[in-house]
């Protein structure tokens, strides 16, 4: 797991960078310090904790022991990025995060994109395996999404990989975030090319969506005729609502939606709600984790992965951005976390009691290929 006691540092290609770049939000209305992107790139040269951007201030990366001390960080006025993990526990409350503070946003520039093709990469554990898994977890609990990891050769971190990678799902949240190890020039990072928000908020309201149910996209309008994707779908909608309803919220559901990306559809209903005074803290303690990445009743589920699963990481924990105009947090799946010499690829997949291992197998090798041919 990668973690704050690591640094940020600039290189002349793409490395020492937050990146988040969102086709479904104009961000330029948002951030008036770059009117003409959709990216957002904090670049720093780091001295043990201490960040100096290039030529511009002095800034920090810290390892915040409880988000609401975290929050209570973020100053008004500024804008912060916040990294949450998958928790080990229900209480998010007491999650070690990782807060950034930029003191200059601007536009990255683009890098070409090649084609690059990753090596065949090797799961971590066989299909036999994730079998007994999923019998297992159907055995046991309403629902636990697992994940598998794979791990692939990378050539280093460049501007034209990264672009390469984001290019192959253009209809996603695109983050990057590029570590050095102290003064080395050891890569270590992770990027996301997320569908999923857990939702962005304006002093007056919320927007949420529920995401579960996959398919290939050729299968994309049997979303909504399939017993199973109905029967894990309404569980997430149902849990969003009556989370926003007990906060105080009043949340409104849409009618579902079928959301294709390049190589996969999902069934989302979009949920909206006024704010109604919530806080940031007060929301992600509500809709994190949503039964799509943990399960339900969400702390057994919580515990199943924990115990089935090596540590997740930053693998289906949270990206924000808290600014004074407007909050958003993305739920990092679609993961390649990066080292020096090799990478691993996490997604998973949702188990209920119709789950059939063989498919969701096949829903997760589906998932992968966004990261290019290495199954």
Not at 233 to 249: E, F, P, Y
Not at 280 to 286: N, R, T
Request: glycine share 6%.
């Amino acid at each position: 797991m990668i973690f704050p006691h690591t640094v940020i540092s600039a290189e002349p290609s793409i490395s020492g960078q937050v990146v988040m770049r969102s086709d479904t939000y104009p961000w330029p209305a948002v951030f008036d310090a770059f009117p003409t992107g959709h990216r957002i790139v904090f670049q720093a040269q780091a001295s043990n904790r201490v960040l100096v951007a290039s030529g511009i201030e002095r800034q920090e990366v810290t390892t915040v022991s409880r988000l609401d001390a975290a929050l209570s960080s973020c100053h008004s006025g500024d804008t912060h990025f916040i990294l949450i993990p998958f928790p080990s526990h229900p209480t998010i409350s007491d999650c070690p995060v990782q807060l950034i503070t930029p003191k200059f946003l601007y536009d990255l520039p683009e890098h070409p994109s090649v084609p690059i093709e990753l090596p065949q990469g090797e799961h971590e554990f066989s299909n036999q395996e994730w079998n007994r898994r999923v019998m297992n977890i159907k055995a046991r609990y309403p629902k636990v999404v697992l994940s598998r990891k794979t791990t692939v050769s990378l050539p280093p971190m460049s501007g034209c990989l990264v672009n390469q990678l984001f290019a192959a799902e253009p209809h996603a949240h695109h983050i990057f975030v590029d570590y050095l190890l102290g003064q080395s020039s050891r890569q270590n990072g992770w990027l996301s090319v997320s569908p999923e928000r857990l939702f962005s908020a304006t002093s007056d309201q919320i927007i949420t969506e529920a995401i579960a149910g996959t398919t290939e996209l050729s299968n994309a309008m049997e979303l909504t005729q399939h017993t199973k994707t109905a029967h894990e779908h309404q569980w997430v909608v149902d849990w969003i609502m009556t989370q926003l309803a007990q906060a105080g919220a009043d949340p409104v559901a849409a009618p579902k939606i079928i959301r294709r990306l390049a190589r996969v559809a999902h069934l989302v209903t979009p949920i909206s709600a006024p704010r109604n005074g919530l806080g940031v803290g007060e929301l992600i303690q509500c809709l994190f984790p949503t039964p799509a990445v943990a399960g339900t009743p969400q702390a057994e589920a919580i515990q199943a992965i924990n115990q089935l699963e090596s540590d997740r990481g930053f693998y289906s924990g949270l990206f924000g951005i808290i600014s004074p105009h407007h909050t958003e947090f993305i739920v990092l799946i679609r993961y390649l976390e990066f080292g020096p010499s090799d990478a691993f690829v996490r997604v998973g997949a949702g188990i209920v009691s119709e789950s059939e291992p063989d498919l969701e197998w096949a829903e997760l090798n589906a998932k992968i290929r966004i990261f290019g041919p290495v199954v």
